[in-house]
């Protein structure tokens, strides 16, 4: 099959109402949606995690791919990239995400032709049901929901979800400038959901080094399962590993390093930032044979979504929920989307390739967001709007 047609089109993807983070107030994600079309019609669907790969493939790749035979992925990474090393070197992160969104596209469009989902192409499932976490942090308002402003209502939150959806796994942000208050969060719903739940929390290297001292022994005490980027580098994340036997994650896939220095004890990824799904499973290769454990982070469509799910039905290494802001969508670009945890599961797509459907309306409507408005602002402060929030924040 040749390669006829590649697009890639940005999007805005917005959370029902925006939580509060580290750097101010996040209201939603501005990926970019891939469709490499072959000379048959079919056509793959790909994401990449920023907007900015969008001209880098319909101007720079997509002319190099035309043409090409799309089963020929080793091919079309050797046209794309520049010798690996190189790219790195540079450290062209959106030239590699780019290529890895169109990867994961011929990934897709090889499922579709063969009429089997994309684990079998990885060699099978070793599970069926996948694990993700449900998320809560503070929010501000959204056009249709109120957020959750106190500690005290998002344990209510959290309540809410275990009874309606079983949800016994959760993740939260826990970076407010005065860490006492997301103490008290973590606090409150361990108590209110007892020893059962799991609590994993993401501070987004929101602290210093002696803050994070402080707030390593009460965590502890509260069984918090995993703390993600708890400090602003790797050495302070080693020289914290003194204080407690907390395990720590990151986003920083270095895993030379992470053995070198034995933290982190797992890595929170994305096959797009590897370059592709390929790439990717060698490097969850390689954290099995240094026993550090990998698993997907949020804030993807359903396209990347349908992606970690057969991904983690196919490597059975990758143990841990993955992260999951499923709940927090209004809507979603694919038609069986959002996906919806029930009992912290959701079931690996079982259609060809990944299993999803582009929704061309949605899509649409997420596009012209872009368009009129600009790509999402991660980085908004309310409290002091124009202005960038500095780390470390205590």
């Not at 992160?93 to 469009?109: H, K, N, Q, S, T």
Request: glycine residues 8%.
């Amino acid at each position: 099959m040749k390669i006829r047609r590649i697009q890639a089109t940005p999007i805005n993807y917005r959370l029902e109402a925006p939580y509060v983070w580290v750097f101010g107030e996040l209201d939603g994600f501005s990926p970019t949606i891939v469709e490499v079309e072959t000379e048959d019609g079919l056509v793959g669907l790909g994401e990449a995690p920023t907007p900015a790969a969008a001209a880098i493939i319909n101007d720079v790749l997509a002319p190099r791919l035309a043409g090409r035979d799309a089963f020929d992925i080793a091919g079309a990474e050797h046209v794309c990239l520049p010798f690996w090393t190189g790219v790195q070197s540079i450290n062209d992160r959106i030239r590699i995400m780019a290529f890895g969104a169109i990867e994961m596209a011929l990934w897709d469009l090889r499922g579709k032709a063969w009429k089997q989902p994309l684990y079998q192409l990885l060699g099978g499932a070793v599970r069926k049901q996948i694990p993700f976490t449900d998320y809560f942090s503070l929010r501000g308002d959204g056009a249709k929901v109120k957020g959750e402003k106190t500690p005290e209502a998002v344990a209510d939150y959290c309540v809410e979800l275990n009874e309606r959806h079983g949800t016994t796994y959760f993740e939260g942000k826990f970076s407010t400038q005065d860490p006492k208050v997301s103490l008290k969060m973590v606090e409150l719903i361990r108590n209110k959901l007892g020893d059962h739940a799991m609590i994993r929390i993401d501070s987004n290297q929101a602290y210093s080094l002696a803050t994070a001292r402080q707030l390593a022994r009460p965590l502890e005490e509260f069984g918090v399962r995993n703390w993600e980027d708890p400090v602003a580098t790797i050495e302070e994340m080693r020289e914290l590993r003194r204080h407690t036997s907390i395990p720590f994650s990151t986003h920083n896939i270095d895993i030379a390093r992470a053995m070198e220095l034995k933290v982190p004890d797992a890595f929170v990824g994305n096959p797009t930032t590897h370059g592709g799904i390929g790439r990717m499973l060698r490097f969850v290769g390689a954290c099995e044979h240094a026993g550090i454990d990998y698993w997907c982070y949020s804030g993807d469509t359903g396209i990347g979504s349908a992606c970690y799910l057969h991904l983690c039905a196919a490597l059975g290494w990758i143990r841990e929920p993955n992260q999951s802001l499923f709940r927090m969508w209004p809507m979603d670009v694919i038609e069986e989307g959002p996906f919806s945890p029930k009992n912290n599961v959701v079931p690996v797509p079982e259609g060809h390739g990944l299993g999803v459907t582009l929704s061309r309306e949605r899509l649409a409507a997420c596009h012209r967001d872009f368009v009129e408005n600009g790509p999402c602002n991660k980085y908004h402060d309310p409290e002091k709007p124009g202005t960038y929030r500095r780390l470390p924040l205590n």
